[in-house]
């Protein structure tokens, strides 16, 4: 290893960084990222690399979008904070919620702001078990999501996400969070079964595993329409179409967790319009802004609001609200960005160049380490296997996933590595066709020399 630059010993030194083995890291230390234009990056050492990942796949508008720079110092100018407590209000909160709720895919009564995905799906899950206090129905409280799912990491939504790392040590799932099948055809399907037979028997196990716990105890179901940081996991043909009615029967909530696949990230506006279903509400954040700032949203129905108008009135307050949440800057930059989306028909244009996208990522699967390349719009996954015939995994200890991601570095491509070695894309929305071309010669010169590296190595082998 060459010795660590000032910078990057400085930051082994001071910084916690999360999503990364520690003790390793103090031996590679950072890539220390400095600037930003359009999909691509810029190290300190100046190297230029293509964002694949929309930095955690929110940059949807790419870097310095001066627009949105303008949009937030113009908001910071006039009026830097203020809050949404007790009564007060700001004009930007207000039309952003305005805007939400005319784009909304479903009818939206009400948006309630936060600062992050993780505090949006808290919310989800504190205002479920409102409303069923609320609806005198206290027992029915237990939430319902899917193993590989990811909604975050604060207590309740890591309660949600079916990711084992995020799980283990940190004494979570709290009781009352269920993890039924992950929608994965090709890793959990059974020899032969076809798409839509496994989405019969999915919907089948969740109607089981509502009936065990009782009907009467289960609240809410929560599902991203594509699971991102599972692994780009997009579900078998069929499948919202088969799980919405056993949600209905048994009169659970749907929420949708739209923190990646809202703001076009699927070639519509929201996950769920290109999925097909229709959720009660919706969590959003990332795109929203482009990630310019932070800001989340949680988008309500009226039969929800209604019932916490009761318990408010009940208990005096709706005690719950976060001092940063719709905050005036933030909220003035996700309001500029939804007006590009729309002037600029981003949404439109990407779902246009996603063919292109879907081709050359689907192309992947004739490499050797590639056991699948899946996805939709502008999100992609690479499931690098040891083994394509019988989809045998590496041993974890190899690192496949992490090491391609150094050498797709090397050719200047950033993509992230997800629990089973799934190299994840997702670059920004605005990626132009040549752009696309470039960021798949670039991975594919990256996948070459891992397999190099693996032949070389015999680490395919058991
Ligand atoms: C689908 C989904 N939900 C929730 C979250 C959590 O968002 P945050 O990291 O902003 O808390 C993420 C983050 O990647 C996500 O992908």
Redesign the pocket.
């Known amino acids: 290893m060459p010795p660590l630059s000032n910078l990057a010993a400085r930051d082994v030194e001071t910084l916690v960084h999360p999503y990364i083995n520690l003790a390793a890291f103090r031996e590679t230390g950072p890539l220390i990222i400095e600037r930003g234009q359009g999909v691509f990056v810029y190290d300190t050492e100046g190297k230029q690399y293509i964002e694949g990942m929309a930095g955690?796949?929110c940059t949807a508008l790419g870097y310095g979008n001066e627009e949105l720079v303008e949009a937030a110092a113009a908001q910071m100018r006039k009026l830097s904070f203020a809050h949404l407590f007790t009564g007060r209000s700001h004009d930007p909160a207000i039309e952003l919620a305005e805007k939400l709720k005319e784009i909304a895919p479903v009818p939206i009564s009400k948006v309630f702001f936060c600062?992050?995905?993780?505090?949006?799906?808290d919310t989800q899950i504190k205002l479920v078990w409102y409303l069923n206090n609320a609806r005198g129905r206290p027992e029915k409280k237990k939430i319902v999501s899917r193993m590989n799912?990811?909604?975050?990491?604060?207590v309740a939504?890591a309660s949600l996400t079916g990711l084992p790392t995020n799980h283990r040590d940190f004494d979570v799932p709290l009781p009352g969070f269920l993890h039924t099948g992950c929608p994965h055809h090709y890793r959990f399907a059974q020899p032969g079964e076809s798409e839509e037979d496994f989405a019969t028997r999915l919907a089948a196990e969740l109607e089981a595993l509502i009936v065990k716990e009782g009907p009467d105890t289960v609240a809410a179901f929560i599902a991203?329409p594509v699971?991102?940081?599972g692994g780009v996991i997009v579900p078998p043909r069929t499948y919202f179409e088969k799980i919405m009615p056993v949600c209905t029967k048994h009169d659970l909530f749907v929420i949708s967790?739209?923190?990646?696949?809202g703001f076009g990230r699927l070639g519509t506006t929201f996950g769920c319009e290109k999925l097909g279903f229709k959720p009660h509400s919706l969590?959003v954040?990332?795109a929203m802004s482009s990630a310019y700032l932070?800001i989340?949203a949680v988008m309500v129905p009226e039969t929800w609001y209604q019932a916490m108008l009761v318990e408010s009135r009940k208990i005096g307050a709706f005690g719950h609200g976060f001092t940063y949440g719709g905050h005036p800057v933030s909220a003035a930059v996700a309001l500029k960005a939804i007006e590009i989306y729309q002037r600029d028909r981003i949404i439109e244009k990407a779902a246009k160049r996603a063919p292109l996208f879907q081709a050359r990522l689907k192309a992947l699967a004739a490499h050797p380490l590639v056991g699948e390349a899946r996805g939709v719009g502008l999100i992609g996954g690479v499931e690098l296997v040891a083994d394509k015939k019988s989809k045998r995994p590496f041993l974890a200890q190899v690192g496949v996933g992490a090491r391609v991601v150094r050498f797709a570095e090397e050719e200047g491509l950033i993509v992230r590595s997800v629990a089973g070695d799934v190299l994840t894309l997702s670059p920004p929305l605005v990626i132009s066709a040549v752009e696309i071309e470039e960021l798949f010669d670039r991975l594919t010169r990256a996948l070459d020399k891992a397999l190099d590296w693996v032949t070389h190595g015999h680490l395919a082998q058991v």
Do not use: F, Q, R
């Not at 600062?115 to 799906?121: C, F, I, P, Q, T």
């Not at 799912?149 to 604060?154: D, E, I, L, N």
């Not at 967790?257 to 696949?261: G, K, P, R, T, Y």
């Open positions: 955690l796949w600062n992050s995905g993780s505090e949006a799906n799912a990811y909604h975050g990491v604060t939504a991203e699971m991102g940081a967790d739209e923190v990646i696949c969590s954040a990332k932070p989340a």
